[in-house]
């Protein structure tokens, strides 16, 4: 079973910065797609950004030019950078990540959730 654990949420004032870790453990022949999402009270899970195994980034529309993500292959890491925070992106953040677990089984796994709050 792959494994994900995050961290580097907390609590920061509006326009500041945090960044986010996500490592991935286990048994993986390969892992493609890793990304973040964020789910706040009362809302709907939303992307918030991906990248492949070959650095191919994508973005939703609302965090554009302010967080920027990246990963580490060879320590199967994926980061969030997140600057010029708003209030309006204080979420619990979920790190996501796809692949295969051998070569002909999928897998889809899910972080347990940090929580970024950040103060007006």
């Known amino acids: 079973q792959v494994q994900l654990v995050e961290s580097g949420g907390g609590l920061v004032q509006s326009g500041g910065s945090l960044r986010l870790s996500c490592a991935a453990s286990?048994?993986?022949?390969?892992?493609?797609?890793m990304g973040w999402y964020r789910q706040a009270p009362g809302k709907q899970r939303e992307l918030v950004a991906t990248?492949?195994?070959?650095?191919?980034?994508d973005y939703a529309d609302s965090v554009k030019g302010r967080f920027t993500i990246s990963r580490d292959n060879a320590k199967n890491t994926v980061f969030l950078q997140m600057s010029s925070l708003k209030p309006e992106d204080t979420s619990v953040y979920y790190c996501?990540?796809?692949?295969?677990?051998?070569?002909?089984?999928?897998?889809?796994?899910w972080g347990q959730g940090t929580q970024v709050t950040v103060s007006s």
């Open positions: 996501n990540a796809n692949g295969f677990r051998t070569r002909t089984e999928l897998f889809n796994s």
């Open positions: 286990g048994s993986m022949f390969s892992l493609n797609v």
């Open positions: 990248i492949t195994s070959g650095g191919g980034t």
